[in-house]
């Protein structure tokens, strides 16, 4: 057991180290804030939880790097233009591709590189440290096509597929996030932090290190206005409490006053990824991030995304 000191000196030596390899944003969160808690009491399904990769773990290090403002809106926004060197059917997979990369794949690396940094940190003072990728797996399944894998919903006669269908994560770093003290989730299903509202990326690394927690979000970040869900053209994201939409994340009802430590919302991961097939005009990915209007407002947006703010802006 580390005494207070000790426990102090880690917690702060371990974050230093986050910070100087590039985290923005570092919390921590103790073991029982893995328990379910109010007000939507989700547990973690099993295989999921950070003692089934640490028997013994003790807290959970949430880093997150942001995106910049340009990165998230320029594709989108250029997306929409004619181009001298880019032919309109080349467009959106052409801006698609570049936020892929500089909107994804960087912080993936980043926060994984982060990530093994610290367990070494944290390996080389005694304890131990689990690290994670920084999005969904992909396995190869055989007998399984990529969409199987992808969508895999459960149907009639098709009992190999489970519910939750197969690229998430092994485990929830915006769960490990909201429990690290460092934002809430919001009606996008996106976790909102006060400094860069939903444009930012989190990983996670489980010790059983004693670290020192960082206080819970106790005012909402997440300004309940909707605007996120208005600007999806697929409608792929609900509140879990919609009647219309059930699933095995609903619930009876979403206590809107209180603060999101689970997810008020659940996206349709399959109706996201197949909206250029649902609507040819659909934007490069991420509307309903683009639209929130916390962490500051964009400088450009396509001209949809500016009318939808617009509107709110003047019913306020
Ligand atoms: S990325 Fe686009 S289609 Fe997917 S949930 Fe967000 S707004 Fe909807
Ligand atoms: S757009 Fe509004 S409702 Fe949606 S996450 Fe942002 S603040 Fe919350």
């Not at 994560?169 to 976790?191: D, I, K, Q, W």
């Amino acid at each position: 057991m580390t005494d207070k000191r000790g426990s102090n000196e880690l917690t702060a030596s371990a974050k230093e180290l986050a910070r100087r390899h590039g985290a923005v944003l570092v919390g921590v969160a103790p073991l029982e804030r893995f328990d379910p808690m109010p007000p939507l009491y989700d547990a973690v399904p099993s295989g999921h939880h950070p003692r089934d990769y640490l028997p013994d773990a003790r807290s959970v290090i949430s880093i997150a790097q942001p995106l910049m403002n340009p990165v998230v809106d320029a594709p989108a926004v250029l997306a929409t233009r004619e181009l001298e060197m880019i032919p309109e059917h080349v467009r959106y997979p052409y801006f698609e591709a570049l936020y892929g990369e500089v909107g994804h794949l960087v912080q993936d690396y980043m926060l994984e590189f982060i990530a093994q940094i610290i367990g070494q940190h944290l390996m080389g003072l005694g304890s131990e440290a689990m690290i994670f990728p920084t999005t969904g797996l992909h396995p190869h399944v055989e007998g399984m096509t990529d969409l199987d894998i992808w969508e895999g919903p459960p149907r009639p006669g098709a009992e190999k597929f489970s519910p939750f269908r197969y690229t998430f994560g092994p485990f929830s770093h915006r769960h490990a996030a909201t429990r690290s003290g460092l934002g809430e989730f919001g009606y996008s299903n996106v976790v909102l932090t006060r400094e860069f509202g939903p444009r930012q990326r989190f990983n996670s690394i489980i010790t059983d290190a004693e670290l020192v927690p960082d206080p819970l979000v106790t005012e909402p970040i997440c300004l309940r206005c909707g605007l996120c869900q208005k600007a999806c053209i697929m409608e792929c994201i609900t509140m879990r409490d919609d009647p219309a939409v059930r699933d095995y994340r609903s619930v009876e009802t979403v206590d809107r006053e209180a603060i999101f430590i689970d997810t008020p919302a659940k996206t349709d991961p399959t109706l996201c990824r197949r909206r250029r097939e649902g609507r040819p005009d659909s934007p490069v990915r991420g509307d309903c991030v683009r639209v929130c209007p916390v962490g500051g407002r964009s400088k450009q947006l396509p001209e949809r995304l500016r009318q939808i703010i617009d509107a709110w802006e003047s019913e306020r």
